[in-house]
């Protein structure tokens, strides 16, 4: 797991294959100091710029994306360290432990907006197909045909389809839910050696593994992602960045707070200039964040053994979460 503290970028121009100048640029890191960041970015730039005369790189080199799953190190600000784990604020400003070896696993219900959506566009373009082969198929000698029967009926069967979705849609979030906690429990069932502590969470569920500790490599691991069916973006980014993650304060929008960190003072690290305003901004979630919870636990499955590595993570998370506080979710 490799979360740095310091973050330095290094460019410089290049001409591409069209002989126009670009600019190439890249990003280093450090645990020890700036000067470092920027050295290693200089030996970074330099070999950027050897690669992309030889077409082998790309000019740009973005910030990293979602908590580490795009391959370069998680670039966010570090808060606090606790032994191995450390305490990072993302991108929108929540707080999130990181760590090499207790695993954490989010099970978010199932989303199906888009589906719906798709059914109803399909819906829409058969009615309106109908309705052309009704008037194309009309032969022309005979009086015109009247069309509200066909429109009234199209019309009442539109309506009840949609609102059957709706009712559907409605009841989905309970029943994804319950779904989530088939699959946990019958994992954790075929398993008695293992100890998994379960917590709600706004959008799901959170699974914490107690009884020892998992490099994100382990096949285990990706047996346990794989039955619960854990985001296929977490698990990218649990086998590049070497570690499990954990949101343990609750997010922005949630908690409303709708004004988010401006683009400026929202990426790590922040624009020269920013500090005040991201500092204005951190203050005011900090504030309201305490009178929510990231996530609220409700039983552990299993043993119930607490491996001695994993007691301090375990201890840190339900505290910065404030899972057993009896708060409101964000």
Same mark, same amino acid.
């Given at each position: 797991?490799?979360?740095?503290?310091?973050?330095?970028?290094?460019?410089?121009?290049?001409?591409?294959?069209? #002989?126009?100048?670009?600019? $190439?640029?890249?990003?280093?890191?450090?645990?020890?100091?700036?000067?470092? !960041?920027?050295?290693?970015?200089?030996?970074?730039?330099?070999?950027?710029? +050897?690669?992309?005369?030889?077409?082998? @790189?790309?000019?740009?080199?973005?910030?990293?994306?979602?908590?580490?799953?795009?391959? %370069?190190? /998680?670039?966010?600000?570090? &808060?606090?360290? =606790?032994?191995?784990?450390? &305490?990072?604020?993302?991108?929108?400003? +929540? =707080?999130?432990?990181?760590?090499?070896?207790?695993?954490?696993?989010? $099970?978010?219900?199932?989303?199906?907006?888009?589906?719906?959506?798709?059914?109803?566009?399909?819906?829409? !373009?058969?009615?309106?197909?109908?309705? +052309?082969?009704?008037?194309?198929?009309?032969? +022309?000698?005979?009086?015109?045909?009247?069309?509200?029967?066909?429109?009234?009926?199209?019309?009442?069967? %539109?309506?009840?389809?949609?609102?059957?979705?709706?009712?559907?849609?409605?009841?989905?979030? @309970? !029943?994804?839910?319950?779904?989530?906690?088939?699959?946990?429990? #019958?994992?954790?069932?075929?398993?008695?050696?293992?100890?998994?502590?379960?917590?709600?969470?706004? !959008?799901?569920?959170?699974? &914490?593994?107690?009884?020892?500790?998992? @490099?994100?490599?382990?096949?285990?691991?990706?047996?346990?992602?794989?039955? $619960?069916?854990?985001?296929? *973006?977490?698990?990218?980014?649990?086998?590049?960045?070497?570690?499990?993650?954990?949101? *343990?304060?609750?997010?922005?929008?949630?908690?409303? /707070?709708?004004?988010? /960190?401006?683009?400026?003072?929202?990426?790590?690290?922040?624009?020269?200039?920013?500090?005040?305003?991201?500092?204005?901004?951190?203050?005011?979630?900090?504030?309201?964040?305490?009178?929510?919870?990231?996530?609220?636990?409700?039983?552990?499955?299993?043993?119930?053994?607490?491996? /001695?590595? $994993?007691?301090?993570? %375990?201890?840190?998370?339900?505290?910065?979460?404030?899972?057993?506080?009896?708060?409101?979710?964000?």
């Amino acid at each position: 797991m490799l979360i740095p503290k310091y973050w330095a970028s290094a460019s410089a121009p290049a001409q591409n294959r069209w #002989r126009h100048t670009v600019t $190439v640029r890249r990003w280093g890191w450090s645990d020890d100091s700036q000067q470092a !960041a920027e050295a290693h970015a200089q030996e970074r730039l330099r070999q950027a710029l +050897a690669a992309y005369a030889q077409g082998q @790189a790309s000019a740009h080199e973005n910030r990293p994306g979602y908590n580490g799953a795009q391959g %370069l190190p /998680i670039c966010e600000e570090v &808060l606090a360290r =606790h032994g191995s784990a450390v &305490l990072t604020r993302n991108s929108y400003g +929540a =707080h999130c432990i990181n760590t090499p070896d207790v695993l954490f696993a989010d $099970v978010d219900d199932a989303q199906y907006t888009g589906y719906d959506i798709g059914c109803l566009i399909a819906l829409l !373009a058969l009615v309106t197909l109908l309705c +052309a082969l009704y008037w194309l198929l009309s032969p +022309a000698c005979k009086p015109p045909r009247s069309p509200q029967p066909f429109y009234i009926s199209c019309a009442l069967l %539109l309506s009840a389809w949609i609102y059957a979705r709706w009712q559907r849609w409605r009841h989905r979030p @309970a !029943a994804a839910r319950r779904a989530s906690l088939e699959r946990i429990r #019958r994992f954790a069932s075929a398993r008695p050696d293992w100890s998994l502590r379960l917590y709600q969470t706004p !959008a799901g569920l959170r699974l &914490l593994a107690t009884h020892r500790t998992f @490099a994100p490599g382990d096949p285990a691991v990706q047996e346990l992602f794989k039955a $619960v069916r854990v985001d296929p *973006v977490y698990q990218r980014m649990c086998l590049l960045q070497q570690c499990f993650r954990a949101r *343990v304060t609750a997010k922005p929008w949630r908690i409303g /707070i709708n004004a988010h /960190i401006r683009n400026g003072s929202r990426a790590w690290p922040i624009a020269p200039g920013r500090q005040a305003e991201r500092d204005a901004w951190i203050a005011r979630y900090e504030q309201t964040a305490s009178a929510w919870a990231a996530c609220a636990f409700i039983e552990t499955l299993g043993a119930g053994q607490i491996d /001695i590595n $994993v007691r301090p993570v %375990l201890d840190w998370h339900d505290e910065l979460s404030r899972a057993t506080c009896a708060l409101p979710l964000g």
